[in-house]
């Protein structure tokens, strides 16, 4: 998500005249993007800030922003240990950033260009920097199209999962009215996009003026030159047969989805407030797979929350060994202050939480590994997405990660590539003519 804000913030500022360049050295303003869902994100949000301290002094007319969630939990006190820090806006105002820099630095808008770097996007941990600096009147916007953008189409979360921070951080759930979803869609598509992922921390209950998911992805579907539609993360206690079903018949619905467990042992899952059972999640991913022919199904499951003992560390293995998921993710508990996990203490203790975190790792890797042995010898349609050096990077609908070598001229296309072999995370492949 925080990819998706950055990339929002900037199309504000370039639309207001400003230029995306990638110098820091040359910038006015630096922004970092910062994230806090775990402990470790934050530190190198704080560490990335840290960095720009010399960049920040070398003019006294420089400016550093923080803005995301780290900068909503710490608010203005992080000040005290980054003095060289300007302004701080937490995610609760992602959509007023543009206008209260410009507001609070009294910029001339027009006579500024933007340069934006580290936009490197791993999930919830992200950290985005964004500069901005002088440019000739009437700058030119030097974004490129990506052939695969994010779109936010909620904020916030009501969900309150015992480990959680992001309710506190970015408020309740809103929902973002469906003409603005589409008109940003369209111009992502008039700039060349193909894909896009529709990002809310719950995108199951989307709900505005009577319009539910299901209803949204159907009108995303008919935007015309739009090839795929991908959506995550999907919430067990709130996709339902309506949601599953359009997946199912939308053409440009990708055939995945990402759907997190987080445990397999029902007390854990009590404890973590997360509304289901394992016994009712089991039964989505049967009707998952039982109408989406070839559907992929990942997960996420988090290990080394306080109350986990060895059973119901053992019950989570055991779960996602017969799931039936093609990769799941595994995460170790980080306790928040303020969640209501925070309160329980560390009771698993480093060493034991490691432990489990490697054993469950090896799973994982183990199911990644026989999941993408299925497309050994096949031909699978491909976006291309990006290059790197000679290779083209992109994916299957039914998110497989594919390499192949190919040239610059098919990127925004879907190929046909053979699979001639399989790693842990990615497909090798040949282009078939
Ligand atoms: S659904 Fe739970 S884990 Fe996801 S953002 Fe909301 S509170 Fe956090």
């Known amino acids: 998500m925080n990819v998706a804000d950055s990339s929002a913030i900037t199309n504000e500022l370039v639309s207001y005249g400003l230029i995306e360049s990638a110098i820091s050295e040359d910038a006015d303003i630096i922004i970092i993007n910062t994230c806090t869902v775990r402990d470790h994100a934050e530190k190198l949000a704080l560490t990335e800030a840290g960095k720009f301290k010399a960049w920040r002094k070398a003019k006294k007319e420089r400016r550093l922003v923080l803005i995301g969630c780290a900068a909503e939990r710490l608010g203005e006190g992080v000040k005290k240990s980054f003095p060289f820090i300007d302004l701080v806006i937490g995610s609760k105002k992602i959509e007023e950033v543009p206008a209260i820099i410009a507001g609070t630095f009294k910029l001339q808008i027009a006579d500024f260009k933007l340069t934006k770097e580290n936009d490197d996007s791993c999930g919830q941990t992200n950290n985005n920097a964004t500069s901005y600096q002088p440019s000739a009147p009437g700058g030119e916007k030097v974004s490129p199209a990506e052939v695969s953008a994010y779109v936010n189409i909620m904020r916030g979360c009501n969900n309150f999962c015992s480990y959680c921070i992001v309710p506190y951080v970015r408020g309740a759930e809103v929902s973002i009215p469906a003409a603005g979803i589409i008109a940003e869609i369209e111009t992502l598509v008039g700039n060349g996009t193909k894909e896009v992922t529709l990002l809310g921390q719950n995108v199951n209950s989307y709900h505005y003026q009577g319009l539910d998911f299901a209803g949204l992805l159907e009108k995303v579907n008919g935007i015309d030159g739009l090839l795929r539609i991908r959506y995550m993360t999907n919430h067990p206690k709130d996709i339902n047969e309506r949601i599953i079903g359009a997946i199912a018949r939308l053409p440009k619905a990708c055939n995945h989805i990402h759907l997190p467990m987080q445990s397999g042992s029902d007390r854990v899952l009590r404890l ?157 492949g040949e282009i078939v003519l």
């Open 272 to 428: 973590m407030n997360r509304q289901y059972t394992t016994a009712q999640y089991m039964d989505i991913v049967r009707k998952i797979k039982a109408t989406i022919p070839g559907v992929s199904v990942t997960s996420d499951v988090l290990i080394g929350f306080p109350e986990e003992t060895e059973r119901d560390f053992q019950e989570t293995y055991d779960l996602v060994e017969k799931a039936g998921f093609d990769f799941c993710y595994v995460f170790r508990f980080s306790a928040r202050k303020g969640t209501a996990a925070y309160a329980l203490g560390d009771r698993v203790g480093k060493e034991e939480k490691k432990a489990r975190h490697i054993k469950m790792l090896s799973l994982t890797n183990r199911i990644a590994s026989e999941s993408n042995k299925r497309f050994i010898g096949r031909t699978v349609e491909v976006l291309a997405e990006r290059m790197e050096g000679p290779r083209m990077l992109g994916k299957t609908s039914d998110n497989g990660a594919v390499v192949f070598l190919c040239n610059e001229s098919l990127l925004g296309k879907i190929v046909k590539v053979r699979i001639l072999e399989t790693k842990v995370h990615s497909l090798i």
